[in-house]
């Protein structure tokens, strides 16, 4: 079964989201990771870094307006 790992990055400003987001990618060489962040630039950040490590990715939007992206390679 693959790495399943959850990094909530919610409160957290700018670069802090990408970094954590960037460090927890590279120790997984495969797996799903489900990162909640509240901010639309923290988003843009983790989606660029995640398609650019090859990592594919979903999206959704939760019911308390934060959004939580599915990272899976």
Known sequence: MPDMRQLDVRGLSCPQPAL????????LASGTVEVQ???????????????RAGWQI?????????????LRK
């Open 20 to 27: 954590r987001t960037t460090e927890m990618l590279k120790r």
């Open 37 to 51: 962040l509240d901010a639309g630039t923290a988003r843009d950040n983790v989606v660029r870094i995640a398609e």
């Open 58 to 70: 979903a999206e959704r939007e939760e019911a308390d307006g934060s959004l939580r992206l599915t």
